[in-house]
């Protein structure tokens, strides 16, 4: 079980858009930057969202990322059956001292 | 373009270490963390550890008594140890840029453990 939580499925239609929520505590989310990365069937982790809610070169302005006290949240709009896939966010634990992640959302494009 | 590669042995005895080699190209390993992060098949990732290029490392807690990470700067690589292994180590095991944001990951290299 994860310290990080996160739905493990949410769904949606083409062209709509979806919430991926992550929720820890104080220790976490709570007083640290949070990312958010995407993987692709068979493919390693790609980077979508860093410090809450920066977005590297080349990830389009679909993906956004907001946090609000111990909670993240992940948006994705205009979906496109490309976006399916699994989900992680990732923030440091200061109580633990470890890098946590959460147990992943698997996006369905429907 | 900063591109790594995982390279080692794909199956390891249980009780052996499992060593893992990761090979920086398109750029310096100095002035950088890096991490090694693993996935059990149909599992969530979980965060090995980290080491700067001066040496510095942290572990995860959980793993901490068994797992060694060291760098090679003349070679651009850093290497991943675990020691005493069992099946519960069985995973795809990447290598990736960054210490709490990994922004470049290697393509992960599945790592056995069995008899």
């Known amino acids: 079980q994860s310290v990080l939580t996160q739905p493990p499925s949410v769904s949606a239609a083409p062209g709509q858009k979806v919430s991926i929520s992550c929720s820890g505590s104080?220790?976490?989310?709570?007083?640290?930057?949070v990312s958010w990365y995407q993987q692709l069937p068979g493919t390693a982790p790609k980077l979508l969202i860093y410090?809450?809610?920066k977005r590297p070169s080349g990830i389009p302005d679909r993906f956004s990322g907001s946090k609000s006290g111990t909670s993240a949240t992940l948006g994705i709009t205009g979906l496109q059956t490309g976006d399916e896939a699994d989900y992680y966010c990732?923030?440091?634990?200061?109580?633990?001292?470890?890098?946590?992640f959460g147990g992943g959302t698997k996006l369905t494009v429907l | 373009q900063v591109q790594l590669q995982e390279s080692g042995p794909g199956l390891v005895k249980p009780s052996e270490t499992l060593s893992l080699t990761c090979t920086v190209s398109?750029?310096?390993?100095?002035?950088?963390?890096w991490s090694w992060i693993r996935q059990p098949p149909g599992k969530a990732l979980e965060w090995i550890g980290y080491?700067?290029?001066?040496?510095?490392?942290k572990y995860n807690p959980s793993l901490k008594s068994r797992v060694t990470i060291t760098v090679d700067t003349s070679k651009n690589q850093f290497t991943l140890n675990l020691r005493s292994v069992t099946a519960a180590d069985t995973a795809v095991y990447y290598c990736?840029?960054?210490?709490?944001?990994?922004?470049?990951w290697g393509q992960g290299t599945l790592a056995t453990v069995s008899s």
């Open positions: 990732g923030t440091w634990d200061s109580s633990l001292s470890a890098l946590l």
């Open positions: 104080s220790s976490n989310i709570g007083n640290n930057y």
């Open positions: 410090d809450d809610n």
């Open positions: 398109g750029g310096s390993i100095s002035n950088y963390y």
């Open positions: 080491i700067y290029y001066s040496g510095t490392t």
């Open positions: 990736a840029k960054g210490s709490y944001t990994e922004d470049y």
